[in-house]
Every structure is written in C-alpha cells, then in structure tokens.
Nanobody, 116 residues
Framework: QVQLVESGGGLVQPGGSLTLSCAASGITLNDYCVRWLRQAPGKEREKVSCISTTVGSVYYEDSVNGRFTVSRDNVKGTVLLQMNSLKPEDTAVYYC?????????WGQGTQVTVSS
C-alpha cells in the first residue's frame, strides 16, 4: 500500500521559516514528479511548487518564487519544501502529490499557520 506523509508544519511568525518534508512508503519518490499544493480556508487548492524527475527542473508559483525552495534528499528518498520569509497569506494546509504516467498519490496534508 502506497502512503505519502507530510511533516514539518506548524505555527510560525511572519518572516519565519519552516521546512516541509514529504516521505513515501510503497514507492520511491525519486521515480515521481512531486508537487506541493496548498489550500487555504475558503479557497481552491493551488500548486505551489513542483520538482520533476529531471535534475534541475523545478517550478514555483509566482507568490512563493524567491522564498520557497523545493529539493530532493536522494539519500532519505524525501522531497523537501524550504519556506522562508513566510507571510500570513501562506497559511494553508500543504499537500504533497507524487505523479507518474501510471499513478498519482496524495498525502494527508500538514497545517502551516503564519501568525504573530
């Protein structure tokens, strides 16, 4: 059974940093395109970042570009989302999604709250 688990969320003050981690069991994340998406209360889920299986191919949504960094830890087999200079509008549940031509898997989400 495939399972994705996000971790690293929490409460942080504006301007602070958090690192989210996406770990998988049952699959190897290195074989998948991995996306980070978020959903704030009352809003639609939006894509934040994506890292492909091709080295160096990453995407960032405009509002996080320059503040967030997505990367792979190939030793641990995880995907990280380093979030710096956090703003209140970054508050949301963050999800990781692993996608290949054959299948798509979702994590359960981790809450990120940016508030003073």
């Amino acid at each position: 059974q495939v399972q994705l688990v996000e971790s690293g969320g929490g409460l942080v003050q504006p301007g602070g940093s958090l690192t989210l981690s996406c770990a998988a069991s049952g699959i190897t994340l290195n074989d998948y395109c991995v996306r980070w998406l978020r959903q704030a209360p009352g809003k639609e889920r939006e894509k934040v970042s994506c890292i492909s299986t091709t080295v160096g191919s990453v995407y960032y949504e405009d509002s996080v570009n320059g503040r967030f960094t997505v990367s792979r830890d190939n030793v641990k087999g995880t995907v990280l989302l380093q979030m710096n200079s956090l703003k209140p509008e970054d508050t949301a549940v963050y999800y990781c999604n692993a996608r290949s031509l054959a299948a798509t898997y979702w994590g359960q989400g981790t809450q990120v709250t940016v508030s003073s």
